[in-house]
């Protein structure tokens, strides 16, 4: 499949500015694992190719094992997060698919649990934007690894 149109020329100053509020994100209150694993997690949910390429080989990159990344979409099963990085997980599941009657009280307990008033509303934007970069990348259909040079991703070592 090919892309459709680029939406960058199109539409550059709203390009821009979302890829400053993405960027801002980075310096928010989430340590850098657990934004690398909602952002794959989002993306394998929302069947994102191209963001579910891009944030594995951000991921390995910033360190994070393979074995780690191959367990995401195990995550409810899998040993290997932590506490706090399942509370995550839970709550960009829950954001992401956004149930009929929103995020449920348990969920959202639990993320309480593990995370600050600030640190939970950074969640949530780091949630709200990776599914609106999911959603142009699958609506375009970028195909993945088409930006890795761009954005030094070759450096994963994953090509």
């Known amino acids: 499949m090919s892309a459709r149109l680029n939406y960058v020329e199109q539409s550059p100053e709203f390009f821009k500015k ?9 310096g928010g209150s989430i340590e850098e694992k657990t934004h690398d694993l909602v952002q794959i997690r989002a993306s394998q949910i929302n069947g994102c190719a191209f963001c579910l390429d891009m944030h594995i080989k951000q991921a ?3 360190g994070e094992s393979e074995l780690r990344l ?6 409810h099963e899998s040993p290997l997060y932590s506490p706090r990085e399942r509370a995550a997980l839970a709550w960009a599941e829950a954001l992401t698919r956004l ?3 929103g995020v449920p009280d348990d969920i959202y307990e639990l993320a309480r649990s593990e995370f600050s008033e600030k640190e939970i509303t950074d969640l949530t934007y780091l949630v709200m934007a990776i599914n609106a970069w999911n959603r142009i990348n699958v609506a375009f259909r970028n195909e993945p690894g088409s930006a890795d040079k761009a954005f030094g991703l070759d450096k994963a070592g994953l090509g």
Not at 18 to 26: E, K, R
Not at 70 to 75: E, G, T
């Open 99 to 101: 149930p009929e009657g």
């Open 70 to 75: 191959h367990h995401v979409a195990i995550w």
């Open 18 to 26: 979302f890829v400053q509020f993405s960027n801002a994100l980075g």
């Open 60 to 62: 390995k990159i910033h």
